[in-house]
């Protein structure tokens, strides 16, 4: 048979209806409240392919080098193009229409879903590669149900697939078609804590339909429910904006504002969250685990979309840990290496070389921590050869070449350079304790010599700290006890300076990337990007930019990541291979970068808009295009113009610029006409723009100050009048990191913050408290 009814599936039928289709067969015969449909199975997809005789092409098509962009690309288009141009066999389409006839009187709305075989399980994460449709009746089901299994061969599917180690003949796909639920109300339920396992349920609801939680359109109301005690409910109301429903006049789903007496209130009445708490233990004692559920309420009855299992819960969790689940993160630890370049926490035994008390270097603490190890001064590239496991670099600035090298050091110490150098912010990204701006390091420590440094207090001392008792990883240190985060209307995201430490910031539990740098993957070739093409070629070129941003979009995919395009002063370049043609500019921070660069070199540029509209291609839709050291909206309409040349449709990509300077400050009502989707706050420009303070110049380091008046003033003004102008408004800059700046943000109704990966967490506990003091005060 090509189809098989839910009622007749269980979790033994894994290989026939994917890891979704089992699910809701598994939880249809429990007698839960799952809505009525069939699936036509992953058979019916493999006769189909086998059959029609495409099978083989298709499978020969898709076997090519992935990190080939152009053949990854033709690989995808020609395996979708067999798929959707075969025609169904006259016997499969009557059955699947005969039984998607049966549903609803023959008239239903569905949902039809893809259902891989792999999907769901411990070792993969397919879910969301593949095709979801709504709202489908029977003129367009067919051509649905191709479209689900074309998606198995997306560029980004294939890629994840030969990544992992997955054949792609091995990998077969089913399609779940189920009676649409027309939800006033929906979302999602963890039925037991998701990290550690006790009995505390979690719940997300929004207005409409589920979509716009899971795929983070939307900021739900979170509710934390104690099942094993008479504590009370924790509730969080968010701001929902905007919901997703079905247009009556066209049946497909949309996305519509929310009314505005809906947009604060609490979305699930009480005895709603008694009847999920109690489909949550029944589907939690039907499979006895605890399970990640997707729900909807429609006119009271409350519906199962999708159960599957929690995989983050840690094992080893001591029963005695309590989380708090109000804040959802713990505080933070400060780190210590031992040497090796693993934080650890501080034991009270003796090393065998204790550190003496006298500081004999001193700087700015950029990265928290401690490292003890031997000191290898590094002043020309090559010396990087001689920096094992556990050293402290030591050198006059660091480059982005030298990531390598920092990846492998215990600390990092620099002559020159301020909290936003290359030194502080990749330290800080990667886990690394960092003392900057010391200027004498190079010259007062020796090759070898044994050093402590103290990445918060900027100290250097000689000799080793006490030996680490309890070793921790980078990646650890940021991670939340709970994935739950603390809920908020402001969205806390994560910057990202370097694809390398994708990984790290992804665990902070962050919504998003609010600045990916590309000059640090550009600097990193160690060549200017005219004699890297000339000597590599103009599609090296963009590959390599494709392989940056992807990495860090695989990582948080569908959470958005915004990618700034190129922004490095002329004396960064002058410092490549091909540097010498580079103006020589007296104060490169007010010269030749950002967007001003990019429109006097559109050939150039191109090649970075190419990367994005590769990127498009592939399917990484939650990548967005931020424009930096934009003045006004000249600026904009002339890079609008040079994205829609390179073949990326403005209206249908989000795109953006950075406030950076106080003209663009005072220019953002235009600039707001001119399309863009949101604006975002270069802090550390703006403040030494406005206050005439160069950020990079230690003698005036004390004057450098995010929270001056004017600065607040003009963050302030432009935040009014975005949201006069529905243009969404964040912070990417290192103020966004600090207490007084977040409280400001949030006060001033601020869409998003993104934050340093060490200060996420604190981030997230910030901006709740104030989101909870102004909902107090609002009811007072």
């Not at 005895?271 to 708490?277: C, F, N, P, W």
């Not at 990640?292 to 005695?320: F, H, N």
Request: aromatic share 4%.
């Amino acid at each position: 048979m090509a189809v098989l009814w839910l009622d007749e599936i269980s979790a033994d039928d894994l290989e026939q209806v994917g890891g979704k289709g089992a699910s809701l067969g598994e939880l249809t015969g429990a007698g839960l409240p799952v809505p009525p449909g069939f699936v036509v199975t992953a058979g019916t997809y493999r006769s189909f392919i086998e059959e029609a005789g495409i099978d083989e092409e298709l499978f020969e098509a898709v076997d090519v080098d992935v990190e080939d962009s152009n053949a990854l690309a033709d690989a995808a288009d020609r395996a979708q193009e067999l798929i959707t141009e075969t025609p169904f066999p006259d016997d499969l389409r009557e059955e699947v229409l005969e039984a998607y006839r049966e549903v609803g009187d023959g008239d239903a709305f569905v949902a039809v879903r893809s259902s891989a075989t792999a999907e769901d399980l411990p070792d993969a994460s397919f879910a969301g590669q593949q095709e979801t449709f709504l709202n489908v009746t029977e003129g367009r089901l067919l051509e649905r149900v191709r479209e689900c299994w074309a998606s198995l061969f997306t560029q980004r599917a294939i890629y994840y697939r030969q990544e992992q180690g997955f054949d792609h003949s091995a990998v077969n796909i089913a399609v779940v078609v189920q009676q649409m639920v027309d939800a006033d109300k929906s979302g999602v339920m963890f039925t037991s804590h998701p990290s550690t396992g006790e009995p505390t349920m979690i719940v997300e609801a929004a207005w409409g339909l589920g979509e716009a939680v899971v795929s983070g359109a939307v900021s739900p109301d979170n509710y934390v429910i104690p099942r094993e005690s008479d504590d009370e409910v924790d509730v969080t109301v968010a701001e929902k904006k905007v919901m997703h429903v079905k247009d009556e006049a066209t049946g497909e789903t949309v996305e519509r504002e929310v009314p505005e007496e809906k947009r604060d209130r609490r979305v699930l009445e009480d005895e709603e969250i008694e009847a999920l708490v109690d489909l949550g233990e029944r589907v939690e004692d039907h499979y006895d685990q605890p399970q990640d559920v997707e729900w909807a309420i429609v006119d009271g009855d409350v519906y199962m979309l999708q159960s599957r299992p929690i995989t983050t819960i840690d094992e080893d969790a001591s029963a005695s840990a309590k989380a708090d689940l109000t804040e959802g993160l713990a505080d933070p630890t400060k780190g210590v290496t031992d040497g090796s370049g693993t934080a650890t926490t501080s034991s009270t035994e003796s090393a065998d070389t204790t550190a003496s008390d006298e500081v004999i270097v001193d700087g700015l603490g950029s990265s928290p921590g401690t490292a003890s190890g031997a000191a290898k001064i590094v002043s020309k590239l090559d010396d990087l050869a001689k920096v094992g496991e556990g050293d402290v670099i030591v050198t006059e600035m660091t480059m982005p070449d030298m990531v390598p090298a920092m990846k492998r050091a215990s600390g990092i110490v620099t002559d020159e350079g301020g909290m936003t150098s290359h030194a502080a912010i990749v330290s800080r990204e990667l886990g690394v304790p960092a003392v900057v701006g010391t200027t004498n390091a190079t010259s007062v420590l020796e090759d070898g010599q044994v050093i402590t440094l103290d990445g918060e207090k900027g100290h250097v001392i000689e000799g080793k700290t006490l030996e680490p008792e309890e070793e921790t990883e980078p990646v650890e240190e940021v991670r939340p006890q709970s994935p739950v985060k603390p809920m908020t209307a402001t969205e806390v995201k994560v910057n990202v300076s370097i694809p390398e430490a994708a990984e790290r910031a992804a665990a902070t539990g962050a919504d998003g990337v609010g600045l990916l740098r590309t000059e640090h993957m550009i600097l990193s070739l160690n060549q200017t990007p005219e004699k890297f093409i000339r000597e590599n070629g103009e599609d090296e070129y963009v590959t390599q930019l494709v392989d940056g941003i992807r990495g860090v979009a695989d990582e948080f995919y569908p959470r958005p990541v915004r990618v700034r395009t190129l922004d490095a002063p002329t004396d960064e370049f002058r410092q490549l291979e091909g540097g010498e043609d580079e103006p020589d500019e007296h104060n490169p921070m007010l010269g030749y970068r950002g967007i001003r660069r990019s429109l006097d070199r559109p050939d150039v540029f191109a090649h970075e808009l190419e990367a994005f509209r590769r990127l498009y291609e592939m399917g990484y839709d939650n990548v967005e295009i931020m424009l930096p050291l934009v003045n006004d909206a000249e600026d904009v309409y002339a890079a609008k113009s040079l994205m829609r040349d390179a073949g990326i449709d403005p209206d249908k990509r989000k795109w953006g610029v950075m406030i950076e300077t106080p003209a663009s400050a005072l220019a953002v009502e235009e600039m707001a006409a001119a399309g863009i989707d949101f604006a975002s706050f270069g802090t550390n420009d703006l403040t030494q723009y406005t206050l005439a303070v160069d950020r990079n110049n230690e003698h005036v380091a004390d004057r450098f100050d995010e929270l001056h008046p004017a600065v607040l003033r003009l963050i302030g003004d432009v935040i009014e009048t975005c949201r006069e102008h529905d243009v969404d408004t964040s912070i990417c800059g290192q103020a966004g990191s600090k207490p007084d700046m977040v409280r400001f943000l949030v006060n001033e109704g601020i869409s998003s913050i993104s934050a340093n990966i060490d200060a996420v967490r604190d981030v997230q506990h910030e901006v709740k408290r104030v989101e909870q003091k102004l909902l107090l005060d609002s009811v007072r």
